[in-house]
């Protein structure tokens, strides 16, 4: 069983709706959790981070995170094209231990 | 600032021949990672390095060395390259401690091939 899971895509929303894009974890000791964009051909960029149950906003990005379920969520609202990218789920065990596992990721299409 | 720094950005080796990927920081952080990322695989970790000094094996560690030369730089080393090495290389720096600091700042990355 893989430790982080992410539906591969590709996920196509149209410009201006709502993208979901859902990540499940193993390990019920994982803290933290990351969501990372990746352009093609390009290195990660970090998103957000939640370690708290709830929701985490910023700007048009929502992170959700809820353990008991093990399960982490990134809403991006009022999609725009330059949203089209593969993003990465990654999770850490303990704060100190800050070694990541990434998800496969989902690549995202905008449709103008 | 120039954040992560790896070199080189595309290298083509044959079976057998050596190589080693370069990486530094200048963020003054104590943690650095090398991944390779594969297309369905997703980053996988070869080696980490908590803190100057100290390194341990990730999830995919043979066929690699590496070395902490100090706190900015850790660098990658194929002894004997295999075309099921061909990948793009990533390093990444982090400082530990937690949250708000927190998460990796990722190099450029090193596209390798092995004929």
């Known amino acids: 069983q893989k430790e982080v899971e992410q539906n591969s895509g590709p996920l196509s929303v149209p410009e201006g709706a709502i993208a979901s894009l859902n990540c499940t974890y193993s390990d019920r000791g994982s803290q933290s959790f990351f969501w990372y964009r990746q352009y093609s051909g390009k290195s990660p960029e970090l998103i957000m981070f939640?370690?708290?149950?709830g929701d985490k906003e910023d700007g048009r990005f929502t992170a959700q995170l809820n353990k008991a379920s093990q399960y982490v969520s990134l809403l991006i609202r009022d999609s725009q094209p330059s949203d089209s990218a593969t993003y990465l789920c990654a999770v850490t065990g303990n704060f100190g231990n800050e070694k990541l596992t990434f998800g496969t990721g989902t690549r995202l299409t905008i449709i103008p | 600032n120039a954040g992560v720094t790896q070199t080189p950005k595309f290298q083509v080796l044959k079976t057998g021949q050596s190589m080693t990927l370069q990486c530094a920081q200048d963020?003054?952080?104590?943690?650095m990672y090398w991944y390779r990322q594969d297309p369905g695989m997703g980053l996988r970790l070869i080696y980490y390095?908590?803190?100057?000094?100290?390194?341990d094996k990730g999830e995919v560690p043979n066929g690699y060395n590496v070395s902490r030369l100090n706190k900015r730089e850790f660098s990658l080393r194929l002894e004997s390259a295999a075309p099921s090495q061909t990948s793009v290389y990533f390093c990444?720096?982090?400082?530990?401690?937690?949250?708000?600091?927190?998460?990796?700042?990722f190099g450029s990355g090193t596209r390798l091939t092995v004929v």
């Open positions: 963020m003054n952080h104590n943690s």
């Open positions: 390095s908590a803190s100057e000094g100290t390194t």
């Open positions: 939640i370690y708290s149950n």
């Open positions: 990444a720096s982090s400082e530990p401690g937690g949250p708000p600091n927190y998460g990796y700042t």
